[in-house]
């Protein structure tokens, strides 16, 4: 039996031995009613990741008939948000006006710029009957000169999205560039987010970044004798030429591009201006952001 046979057979855990790993992030599951979602970004050890500032991993779930996603109209400034889906449905509803469903392989780009309000719920005939739900949702800090832009709603469907395989591996450029495509995907800084599916025993050199992390969604890798876990997050050092190796059926999500600078973050508001997000908090509490056409009735009240 060869050296990586005996490899793929043992357990995968994390060990010491490769250089290109900077900082490796376990996340706790958190239990929200049914759903559990793992908190990646920001970390005590890792706070950001180029541009990328928050990075939510939620499920796989399955809900009864009548249950599901319900979250409330709540505020967000400075940044961008990204919802996507490996299964199931969202509803997006926002301050603009957009009623948007997100479905698997879609991308929601929500900018918040100056100000936006939105909900995530699910229709009707979802939750009428047992369903499940598995996703990411990332959020991006934008550059200064951009933080209070004119909020905007864009719907790239999965079709939209380009797809590649690397030496059969089959990969989809989410976000930025890499192995030759170009993603639709608006940006507003040097971005990169892709995904990838490995069969086990397959090998994929990752594209290089100023700043990225490998997130492990489902399966088990190994880099340079380091064993890459589900659900962990591993900030790699921004050299070409570093390959993963799955262990056993995996996907994965490439995080990266450049760091925008520092910035604050409290609740759902991030910007580089600690006065901004006092200046949020006052105003969500005072009822001055716009509301959700079609989902006024409800909102989350501001953390004490």
Known sequence: ?????????????????????????????????????????????LRSVGPWVFFDHMGPAVFAPGEGINVRPHPHINLATVTYLFEGEILHRDSLGSLQPIRPGDVNLM????????????????TASRHGLHGL???????????????????????DIPETDVGGVPVRIIMGAAY???SPVKTHAPTLYIEARLKAGQTLELPAAP??????????L?????GLAAHSLASLAPEAGIRITAQENS???????????????????VSSRKERIADAREDWKNGRFPTVPGDEAEFIPLPQ
């Open 1 to 45: 039996m060869s050296t990586y046979e005996q490899q793929l057979e043992q357990p995968c855990t994390f060990r010491d031995g490769c250089g290109a790993i900077n900082v490796i992030v376990e996340p706790r599951d958190k239990d929200l009613g049914g759903l559990t979602v793992r908190r990646a970004l920001p970390s005590q050890r």
């Open 111 to 126: 900018v918040a710029g100056s100000g936006i309000v939105h909900s995530e719920r699910e229709r009707p005939e979802v």
């Open 251 to 269: 996907l994965v999500a490439l995080i990266g591009g450049e760091p925008v600078g520092p910035r604050f973050m409290e609740w759902n508001f």
């Open 180 to 182: 030759g495509q170009q």
């Open 211 to 220: 700043e990225r992390a490998l997130y492990v969604v489902q399966g088990c």
């Open 137 to 159: 949702q990332l959020w991006l800090a934008l550059p200064e000169k951009d933080e209070e832009t004119t909020p905007q709603f864009i719907h790239y469907p999965g079709a």
């Open 222 to 226: 190994d880099m340079g004798g380091t």
